[in-house]
């Protein structure tokens, strides 16, 4: 059951969906800045191809992805966000495909079946984030690439753990050092391309990883909870 095991922590993430399209708005307040990053996450995907959205929510990304021509399965814990994605495509279809699934657990996905992975604002949630990079690396064929963004760790320091303007919901959240991160890459077949600290000339609010699947197999999953 790839589901049971952060059954009670997603739980909140379907609460957060249903504040976030409530008339009085649940949305961060950093939520403006960090969706212009988005046109960036796409282009560093690549050419157009077969791409897995990591933990896509309400498919924001999925369908950026999809109108620049690559064709998307989106993958989400939260039914509520997935709801939320799936009646955007009824609205418009784009042919993107959405799975309830753990980013942590993707044994659907055959190996190597992806040219590549992009996953915005998932890791720091994720309790077992080494296991979502090595599954990532599992599914992306060598030569494909992966695209992590997320909350620049250094953002949360002196501030709550908890997202401001989630309306008191404590979203799972665990802050990580960078270096596990790129541990984690390096350990499960990635080959680090890119570091963008962004934006550049202030306090980073995101950092984006950018990465090569490389030939050689991925490790075994070893938890990183903390820093
Ligand atoms: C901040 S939202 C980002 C959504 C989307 N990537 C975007 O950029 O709009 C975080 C998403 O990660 C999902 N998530 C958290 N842990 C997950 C897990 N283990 N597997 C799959 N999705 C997960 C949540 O349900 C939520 O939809």
């Known amino acids: ?18 504040q976030f399209v409530a008339p009085s708005g649940g949305q961060p ?3 403006a800045q960090t969706n212009a990053l988005l046109p960036t996450l796409v282009a560093l995907v690549g050419r157009p191809g077969r791409v897995l959205d990591a933990g896509c929510g309400e ?11 690559h064709a998307v399965i989106g993958v989400d814990s939260s039914v509520v ?36 992975v992009l ?7 994720v309790f077992d984030a080494h296991a979502a990079i090595c599954e990532a690396a599992r599914v992306v064929h060598p030569g494909g690439r992966g695209v992590f963004a ?3 760790p250094s953002y949360h320091v002196g501030r709550p753990l908890c997202s401001p303007g989630s309306g008191g919901l404590t979203l799972p959240f665990y802050n990580r050092s960078l270096q596990s991160y790129l541990r984690s890459l ?10 963008l600290d962004w934006p550049r000339c202030q ?6 990883l950018a990465a090569v699947r490389t030939a050689s197999s991925p490790t075994t999953s070893i938890p990183i909870a903390g820093w």
């Open 59 to 69: 498919g924001a990304v999925s369908r950026m992805l999809a109108d620049s021509g």
């Open 119 to 125: 996953s915005n604002q998932v890791l720091p949630s």
């Open 1 to 18: 059951m790839p589901l049971s095991r952060d059954a009670v922590r997603l739980s909140a993430w379907d609460q957060f969906a249903r």
């Open 150 to 152: 997320f909350l620049h």
């Open 203 to 208: 306090r980073p609010l995101m950092v984006v």
């Open 81 to 116: 966000q997935l709801s939320l994605a799936y009646a955007q495509e009824q609205r418009r279809p784009r042919g993107i495909r959405y799975q309830h699934l753990s980013v942590t657990d993707l044994a659907c996905f055959a190996d190597d079946s992806f040219d590549a």
């Open 29 to 31: 307040p950093y939520h």
């Open 186 to 195: 390096q350990n499960c077949g990635w080959a680090l391309d890119a570091l």
